[in-house]
Nanobody, 119 residues
Framework: QVQLVESGGGLVQAGASMRLSCSVSGGALSLYVMGWFRQAPGKERELLAASTWSAPPTYVADSVKGRFTISKDNRKNMVYLQMNSLQPEDTAVYYC????????????WGQGTQVTVSS
């Protein structure tokens, strides 16, 4: 059973940077793909970036490409989302998630962390 705990959200002004962290435990982590999602009020959940533990990121959404970067620390079992040049439209609840390699659906989810960007 994979367990995910996000941290690092909060309130920032437009143009600022923020790094979200996700602590990962349980299971053979090399078998999983890690992803960062967000969901804004009234909008569908959006996949922002994804990466396996042993390779460079496999996906970055066009909406955040060039601003957001997913990274991981295999020794610490941590996954990060570095967010630069934040804009008010980035305001959302951000989630860390995991799925088995080869699976279509993310099965494991963190509790989410709120990111609010003021103009």
């Amino acid at each position: 059973q994979v367990q995910l705990v996000e941290s690092g959200g909060g309130l920032v002004q437009a143009g600022a940077s923020m790094r979200l962290s996700c602590s990962v435990s349980g299971g053979a982590l090399s078998l999983y793909v890690m992803g960062w999602f967000r969901q804004a009020p009234g909008k569908e959940r959006e996949l922002l970036a994804a990466s396996t533990w042993s390779a460079p990121p496999t996906y970055v959404a066009d909406s955040v490409k060039g601003r957001f970067t997913i990274s991981k620390d295999n020794r610490k079992n941590m996954v990060y989302l570095q967010m630069n040049s934040l804009q008010p439209e980035d305001t959302a609840v951000y989630y860390c998630a995991a799925k088995s390699r080869g699976s279509q659906e993310y099965r494991y989810w963190g509790q989410g962390t709120q990111v609010t960007v003021s103009s």
